[in-house]
T-cell receptor
Framework: KAGVTQTPRYLIKTRGQQVTLSCSPI?????VSWYQQTPGQGLQFLFE???????NKGNFPGRFSGRQFSNSRSEMNVSTLELGDSALYLC?????????????FGPGTRLTVT | DQQVKQNSPSLSVQEGRISILNCDYT??????FLWYKKYPAEGPTFLIS?????DKNEDGRFTVFLNKSAKHLSLHIVPSQPGDSAVYFC????????????FGTGTKLQVIP
């Protein structure tokens, strides 16, 4: 099976711009979760989508949003970018809801905001 | 509020010796714990997990111990190998099953040949 893929792998944006990141889960997986990784903060949970519905949400401002399509692919959008949004954004998929077992992570998208 | 804490940002161990990575949590409602390993430029990969009804789970060189009264879990790697050098994340899930997974800040393990 192909693993979780994320595009793009690297991105440089300017403050105030918006960005859309994409994630394709493992075939057959219906749950996609998004995490932000920054030095010293570990993986901070953004949100989880299951069968096109947001099931859980982390403590991030409304500038962070996402969606899931009928083929389980997911996108994450960040509007009005801030310098502090520079991070590695990881997507993870699982066959059931994320809390029911292990997740499979993609390689991440490295976002740099200047 | 960091509910899952890995207080050691880094750890160095000689090849062949035991590596012990520690994790503390504050929420007694966590009922399932996982360890993930992350190499640079790759996403985390699942390593081992343990349910709160157990106090030990073993998989080859990796053993996870859970002390519920102390709200503490540890990952033991025996013997440590250079390929084990990576960042290790501890994660926990709230009871109920349909809850988000909370990750710790990670511990960078270096195994010295």
């Amino acid at each position: 099976k192909a693993g979780v893929t994320q595009t793009p792998r690297y991105l440089i944006k300017t403050r105030g711009q918006q960005v859309t990141l994409s994630c394709s889960p493992i075939s057959g997986h219906r749950s996609v979760s998004w995490y932000q990784q920054t030095p010293g903060q570990g993986l901070q949970f953004l949100f989880e989508y299951f069968s096109e519905t947001q099931r859980n949400k982390g403590n991030f401002p409304g500038r962070f949003s996402g969606r899931q399509f009928s083929n389980s692919r997911s996108e994450m959008n960040v509007s009005t970018l801030e310098l502090g949004d520079s991070a590695l954004y990881l997507c993870a998929s699982s066959s059931g809801l994320a809390g029911t077992g292990e997740q499979y992570f993609g390689p991440g998208t490295r976002l740099t905001v200047t | 509020d960091q509910q899952v804490k890995q207080n050691s940002p880094s750890l160095s161990v000689q090849e062949g010796r035991i590596s012990i990575l520690n994790c503390d949590y504050t929420n007694s409602m966590f009922d399932y714990f996982l360890w993930y390993k992350k190499y640079p430029a790759e996403g985390p990969t699942f390593l081992i997990s343990i349910s709160s009804i157990k106090d030990k789970n073993e998989d080859g060189r990796f053993t996870v111990f859970l002390n519920k009264s102390a709200k503490h879990l540890s990952l033991h790697i025996v013997p440590s190998q250079p390929g084990d050098s990576a960042v290790y994340f501890c994660a926990a899930r709230l009871s109920g099953g349909y809850q988000k997974v909370t990750f710790g800040t990670g511990t960078k393990l270096q195994v010295i040949p």
